[in-house]
């Protein structure tokens, strides 16, 4: 069963950085497309960004592009998300997803369906 393990989070003022990391064991990283997804008080859960898992292929939501920057790192087994230019807006629960199947646009068009999933790491923004 893969595991997924977020780190990273936390306070941080607006206009910041802060990089989360993703952690995965008990599958095979290659196989895996790896997703950040994130979701605020009373909001539905959001898609964030979507690497391939041979990380030829990056989506960004449109709220995500440009300031924040999704990666991956075969030897490590680790996913990461670098988020610059942080507002008060992305204050929200940040979820690490992957996912083995084919690469569609159901992982950004309906985040849910990432078959896993982290438990998730708490980014608060103030202004």
């Known amino acids: 069963q893969v595991q997924l393990v977020e780190s990273g989070g936390g306070l941080v003022q607006a206009g910041g950085s802060l990089r989360l990391s993703c952690a995965v064991s008990?599958?095979?990283?290659?196989?895996?497309?790896m997703g950040w997804c994130r979701q605020a008080p009373g909001k539905e859960r959001e898609f964030v960004a979507v690497?391939?898992?041979?990380?030829?292929?990056?989506f960004y939501s449109d709220s995500a592009k440009g300031r924040f920057t999704i990666s991956r790192d075969l030897a490590k087994n680790m996913a990461s998300l670098e988020m610059d230019s942080l507002k008060p807006d992305d204050t929200a629960i940040y979820y690490c997803?992957?996912?083995?199947?084919?690469?569609?646009?159901?992982?950004?068009?309906?985040?849910?369906?990432?078959?896993?999933w982290g438990q998730g790491t708490s980014v608060t923004v103030s202004s």
């Open positions: 997803a992957a996912d083995d199947g084919p690469l569609s646009s159901r992982l950004w068009r309906q985040p849910s369906t990432f078959a896993y």
């Open positions: 008990g599958g095979t990283f290659e196989n895996l497309h």
């Open positions: 690497i391939s898992r041979n990380g030829l292929n990056i």
